[in-house]
């Protein structure tokens, strides 16, 4: 619930969204700019470290399941390596409308809540377009966990509305 200060009628931000914004910027830094910059520089390295420990793990046993997952993992990378420019953009402009919603909700604007919903919805159904929801277990699970941070941070920021304006 938003507070009134004592010297202004004007509201302020509640201590619990003040602490949400912190985590959305600390978490969209992390997920939106250094991630994926990270990532889109070492997408080639990533692949041969890959392709070497399949083959290290291939001379031990060629049908282990590490063997499999990992050439899952090597598929899923060649993939992502086909759109790591589209993929990278993206993500820093997905990032900049959450950073940006965050802000204006911080100040209790609700406009802030759709530029946060659609920074954080459209990396989401983009990964979704590009890559599909994954034919592997490990594939799958990230693909599930990708979809429930955003989703709790979206019905959190909405319970919150009530105290904007």
């Known amino acids: 619930m938003a507070k009134t200060n004592i010297d202004s009628p004007k509201k302020v931000a509640s201590s619990f969204l003040k602490t949400m914004c912190i985590l959305t910027f600390i978490g969209v830094s992390i997920a939106n700019f250094i991630g994926p910059i990270y990532s ?3 997408l080639d390295k990533n692949i041969l470290i890959l392709e070497k420990k399949i083959d290290e793990l291939k001379s031990v046993d060629e049908n282990s ?3 499999t997952s990992l050439e899952d993992a090597l598929d899923e990378t060649y993939r992502a390596k ?3 420019n589209t ?10 409308f959450c950073i ?4 204006l909700m911080l100040f209790l604007n609700k406009n802030g809540f759709f530029f946060y919903t659609i920074g954080e919805l ?8 590009m890559f599909g929801f994954g034919n ?11 979809i429930i941070i955003p ?14 304006e």
């Open 122 to 129: 459209a990396p989401v159904i983009s990964h979704f377009i």
């Open 151 to 164: 989703l709790a941070f979206i019905i959190i920021y909405a319970v919150q509305l009530k105290d904007m």
């Open 100 to 103: 940006f919603g965050a802000t």
């Open 82 to 84: 086909q759109n790591k």
């Open 87 to 96: 993929t990278l953009i993206l993500n820093l402009l997905a990032g900049a």
């Open 40 to 42: 889109h520089i070492n």
């Open 65 to 67: 399941i590490a063997v």
């Open 136 to 146: 592997t277990k490990f594939s799958m699970f990230t693909s599930a966990f990708s």
